[in-house]
């Protein structure tokens, strides 16, 4: 299980207890991109496609972004929420508008498993420029009725019935699926993932006794929580987190060998075709660094149990390439991948360092 144990680092930066957020490695980035802040200016509005389902964290996130976003840039951005397949409908719609900086796409997740899935050949890390924006990280609660009043409950329900445990996702192949994926693999046990549009319908599907566990981020699971209409059960952390009066379970407290997958999260992000012009990729580096350090989106972070989290270039193409590439493995091992990592021209994850970068693999920022 070398491929989950190394995605431990991709979000040690961003626990859940709150590690600041990461830059470039010399520390220069800001500085560059607020030197390149007017090399652009945009012509006309800006339209902004959201991956997924109104009312989720990728959802929330994202227009709060715009909305701190719109008076550094000097130009309206309207959005529009686009589900399905996983963020691939959004991700081709914006991959066939022009590449001059007008068109944004909203993310949760960096769109790898619609290539895994046989959904799209773009890569990510290759044809898009990202801005990761903040990570969250991955909960399951139920119902105040459920008769699971631990996770232990769920893993000795789940071993002794197997794939009749019914949890919810974000989508086959999404992170909340992927966390409980790891979850099942770690303890022994099978389940039945029941994909939603995003966190947001996840989570409601538990409120309304739809699945056994609702799957999905503690930023969409908070407001039920502390109103009594979810019992929360675990974060997936190895600590246990502060909310309210009280601590969260980590999920460590009951599969230890989960350890080495913590802290597990979901990533937002905007992203913008990579052959958009130089000056206009920097100048949306100052913009949404700016966006991210504003007290509307720092207020947003704390309401929802999230983490700031902002990283472009070079070192986020990489992070991408490796989340890729252990989600492809995965993904493989769980039967769920149309292609397999070979066809994807990735490495085992054991070899990443030395595969990295790939011939033709060339950064924009």
């Not at 626990?15 to 607020?34: H, K, N, P, R, T």
């Not at 056994?212 to 246990?240: C, K, M, N, W, Y």
Request: net charge positive; with cysteine; hydrophobic share 45%.
């Amino acid at each position: 299980m070398a491929h989950i144990v190394t995605r431990r680092n991709l979000l040690l930066s961003s626990s859940a207890l709150g590690i600041a957020a990461v830059s470039s490695g010399d520390g220069s980035f800001g500085i560059l991109a607020a030197q390149a802040q007017t090399a652009w200016k945009a012509e006309r509005p800006i339209q902004a496609v959201i991956q997924f389902a109104a009312g989720g964290g990728t959802d929330a996130v994202v227009r709060t972004v715009l909305k701190e976003a719109e008076p550094v840039l000097g130009q309206r951005i309207n959005a529009t929420n686009m589900p399905g397949a996983l963020g691939s409908v959004a991700l081709e719609h914006v991959n066939q508008q022009p590449a001059d900086g007008h068109t944004w796409l909203g993310c949760g997740g960096f769109v790898d498993y619609p290539r895994i899935a046989g959904m799209t050949s773009s890569v990510a890390w290759r044809d898009w420029q990202f801005y990761q924006t903040n990570t969250s990280i991955a909960s399951w609660s139920v119902h105040p009725d459920s008769p699971f009043k631990t996770f232990a409950d769920v893993i000795e329900y789940a071993r002794a019935n197997p794939g009749k445990l019914r949890v919810s996702s974000d989508g086959i192949g999404g992170l909340w699926h992927e966390a409980m994926a790891i979850i099942a693999l770690k303890a022994g046990f099978k389940f039945t993932n029941v994909p939603f549009d995003g966190g947001a319908p996840a989570t409601l599907a538990a409120v309304q006794r739809e699945v056994d566990v609702a799957g999905s981020g503690l930023h969409e699971q908070a407001q039920f929580i502390r109103a009594g209409r979810l019992r929360h059960l675990a974060v997936f952390t190895s600590q246990p987190v502060p909310f309210g009066d009280k601590a969260l379970e980590p999920i460590t407290k009951y599969v230890p060998a989960a350890a080495d997958a913590t802290p597990f999260g979901a990533v937002y992000a905007i992203a913008v075709r990579r052959q958009t012009p130089q000056p206009v990729l920097q100048t949306l580096a100052s913009v949404f660094e700016r966006a991210v350090k504003s007290p509307g989106f720092q207020k947003m972070l704390a309401d929802r149990f999230m983490q700031e989290n902002f990283l472009t270039g070079a070192a986020l193409d990489k992070r991408i390439a490796m989340m890729e590439t252990q989600r492809a493995h995965l993904f493989q091992e769980l039967g769920l991948a149309k292609k397999t990592p070979q066809e994807l021209g990735l490495p085992s994850p054991d070899k990443f360092d030395s595969w990295w970068p790939p011939q033709g693999y060339r950064p924009a920022l």
